[in-house]
T-cell receptor, first 109, second 113 residues
Framework: GQNIDQPTEMTATEGAIVQINCTYQ??????LFWYQQHAGEAPTFLSY????GLEEKGRFSSFLSRSKGYSYLLLKELQMKDSASYLC??????????FGPGTRLSVLP | GAGVSQTPSNKVTEKGKYVELRCDPI?????LYWYRQSLGQGPEFLIY????????DSGLPNDRFFAVRPEGSVSTLKIQRTERGDSAVYLC???????????FGPGTRLTVL
């Protein structure tokens, strides 16, 4: 079967660092994506990993370990506007995407 | 704007009715995806088009759901004999050939009474 797990909710303080974990079991693997989704809005692309290691993009970094079926999204210098749901998604072969349930992050002042 | 657009933004219908949801992808994007999202859940893959053909329709839940993209641009998701369980936000996304990033539209909120 196909399964993606993420924590349901997380809370962090403005200015802090938070790590959102994602574990996956899918029938194929053609890359792992992270999306941000504010309430009532469409998801927006944050990052893409296809090889093991860390990808850094400004305040956001994403890590992948294919052998462990594991990824994390690291958010630094948290801002209030980072309060949103963060979706982990895996692309199977053939571009069939499987999304996780999302992690709702609340950033507190 | 030049983003993905979806119409209507909201659709309320009665159980048993037929509905069509439209997606206009970003100009030039060859790949088009349909998802549906229930409250508190991640998007659920329905179907993927590469050009005019459905490259993967394994996510369509049953034969009441059908999607077309006759000219390789605009796509229509069609739902027959709607059921209350079909109520969700239907999202469309597009990406460029060889691109990894999917650009999502604002979605159509479907409510089946």
């Amino acid at each position: 079967g196909q399964n993606i797990d993420q924590p349901t909710e997380m809370t962090a303080t403005e200015g802090a660092i938070v790590q959102i974990n994602c574990t996956y079991q899918t029938s194929g693997f053609n890359g792992l994506f992270w999306y941000q989704q504010h309430a009532g809005e469409a998801p927006t692309f944050l990052s893409y990993n296809v090889l093991d290691g860390l990808e850094e993009k400004g305040r956001f970094s994403s890590f992948l370990s294919r052998s462990k079926g594991y990824s994390y999204l690291l958010l630094k210098e948290l801002q209030m506007k980072d309060s949103a749901s963060y979706l982990c998604a895996v692309a199977n072969y053939g571009q069939n995407f499987v999304f996780g349930p999302g992690t709702r992050l609340s950033v507190l002042p | 704007g030049a983003g993905v657009s979806q119409t209507p933004s909201n659709k309320v219908t009665e159980k048993g009715k037929y509905v069509e949801l439209r997606c206009d992808p970003i100009s030039g994007h060859t790949a088009l995806y349909w998802y549906r999202q229930s409250l508190g859940q991640g998007p659920e893959f329905l179907i993927y088009f590469q050009g005019t053909g459905a490259a993967d329709d394994s996510g369509l839940p049953n034969d009441r759901f059908f999607a077309v993209r006759p000219e390789g641009s605009v796509s229509t998701l069609k739902i027959q004999r709607t059921e209350r369980g079909d109520s969700a936000v239907y999202l469309c996304a597009s990406s460029a050939r060889g691109g990894n990033e999917q650009f999502f539209g604002p979605g159509t909120r479907l409510t089946v009474l």
